[in-house]
């Protein structure tokens, strides 16, 4: 089994530690170097609560990647940042798995043209919880026989992008089967702007911010005296880690930019 060497951009994030505690349990694995916005020059051994990795941290990617021999390189950082990051590691050769989330659909297609023209694989997956990969895909199952449909998804207060990359790559699925259609009254008024949600193609979109979440979220679909709610909950950040893998695993034979982990699912 070959080694696969691995730079985690974000190793000090809820993401990035999780991503460095699933490498350390691998054992072709090797954490070659990090990248985060502090303490360049470090050892990730030196920062609390981090494994006791002897990988040197980074504070600039181009720097990063010039310097150390890399295969892919997992970014769980926040939008602008991970967009940077994802370039760059086109630039050096590095296959990107990206967590990240909050990229624009022009952002999504500059990288996937990136990628194209470099013959290097990448992965960006919105969320790497396999039971989250389902939800969406139940989702869109159903909207074929259930068009009005509205999403409600809750997370850590701490998230900077709403709505989630989740809520709006389940959109984006069930929008591939629905039949277009508003929804709700045709006069009915926000008295207070926003109490509908975010407007994606006609249906609702509800981002909840609370301490105590970590992600949740619920698609609820509407019908004459019925009701479906297909709902996911990840209770703890380990949740998404077996999705990393998998990505990591598999980017490696990929030419193309994948964008939702169904894609790499059996
Ligand atoms: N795809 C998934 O399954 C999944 C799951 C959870 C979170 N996420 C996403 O992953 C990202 C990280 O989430 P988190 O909860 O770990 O966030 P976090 O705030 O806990 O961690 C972010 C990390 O990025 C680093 N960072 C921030 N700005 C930087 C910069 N300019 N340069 C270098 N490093 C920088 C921070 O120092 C920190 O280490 C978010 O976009 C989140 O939405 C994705
Ligand atoms: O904690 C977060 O932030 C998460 N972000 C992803 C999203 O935006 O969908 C996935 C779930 C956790």
């Given at each position: 089994?070959?080694?696969?060497?691995?730079?985690?951009?974000g190793?000090?994030?809820?993401?990035?530690?999780?991503?460095?505690?699933?490498?350390?349990?691998?054992?072709?694995?090797?954490?070659?170097?990090?990248?985060?916005?502090?303490?360049?020059?470090?050892?990730?051994?030196?920062?609390?609560?981090?494994?006791p990795?002897?990988?040197?941290?980074?504070?600039?990617?181009?720097?990063?990647?010039?310097?150390?021999?890399?295969?892919?390189?997992?970014?769980?950082?926040?939008?602008?940042?991970?967009?940077?990051?994802?370039?760059?590691?086109?630039?050096?050769?590095?296959?990107?798995?990206?967590?990240?989330?909050?990229?624009?659909t022009d952002?999504l297609?500059?990288?996937?043209?990136?990628?194209?023209?470099?013959?290097?694989?990448?992965?960006?997956?919105?969320?790497?919880?396999?039971?989250?990969?389902?939800?969406?895909?139940?989702?869109?199952?159903?909207?074929?026989?259930?068009?009005?449909?509205?999403?409600?998804?809750?997370?850590?207060?701490?998230?900077?992008?709403?709505?989630?990359?989740?809520?709006?790559?389940?959109a984006?699925?069930?929008?591939?089967?629905?039949?277009?259609?508003?929804?709700?009254?045709?006069?009915?008024?926000?008295t207070?702007?926003?109490?509908?949600?975010?407007?994606f193609?006609?249906?609702r979109?509800?981002?909840?911010?609370?301490?105590?979440?970590?992600?949740?979220q619920?698609?609820?679909?509407?019908?004459?005296?019925?009701?479906?709610?297909?709902?996911?909950?990840?209770?703890?950040?380990?949740?998404?880690?077996?999705?990393v893998?998998?990505?990591?695993?598999?980017?490696?034979?990929?030419?193309?930019?994948?964008?939702?982990?169904?894609?790499?699912?059996?």
């Amino acid at each position: 089994m070959n080694t696969v060497k691995i730079v985690v951009a974000g190793p000090r994030g809820k993401m990035g530690s999780e991503a460095l505690r699933m490498i350390q349990k691998q054992d072709n694995y090797e954490l070659v170097a990090c990248v985060d916005k502090k303490n360049g020059g470090w050892k990730v051994k030196d920062i609390d609560g981090l494994p006791p990795f002897e990988a040197r941290i980074y504070e600039d990617m181009d720097e990063c990647l010039q310097e150390v021999e890399a295969d892919v390189l997992i970014d769980l950082t926040a939008p602008e940042v991970g967009y940077k990051h994802t370039k760059s590691a086109f630039e050096h050769g590095v296959r990107p798995v990206v967590g990240t989330t909050g990229f624009t659909t022009d952002q999504l297609e500059e990288l996937t043209d990136l990628s194209e023209q470099k013959g290097l694989g990448a992965v960006i997956a919105p969320n790497f919880a396999i039971g989250a990969v389902l939800m969406m895909q139940f989702s869109k199952m159903a909207a074929k026989y259930f068009p009005n449909v509205e999403i409600i998804e809750r997370h850590h207060d701490q998230k900077l992008d709403a709505p989630s990359g989740t809520a709006v790559k389940t959109a984006e699925l069930i929008q591939q089967v629905r039949e277009e259609q508003s929804q709700g009254h045709p006069n009915e008024k926000e008295t207070i702007p926003g109490a509908r949600g975010a407007d994606f193609d006609g249906m609702r979109i509800h981002s909840v911010r609370l301490p105590g979440l970590v992600a949740h979220q619920e698609v609820v679909f509407g019908d004459l005296g019925q009701n479906l709610t297909i709902k996911h909950d990840s209770f703890h950040r380990e949740s998404f880690m077996s999705g990393v893998k998998l990505a990591v695993d598999r980017v490696l034979e990929l030419d193309v930019l994948v964008y939702g982990l169904e894609n790499l699912m059996e």
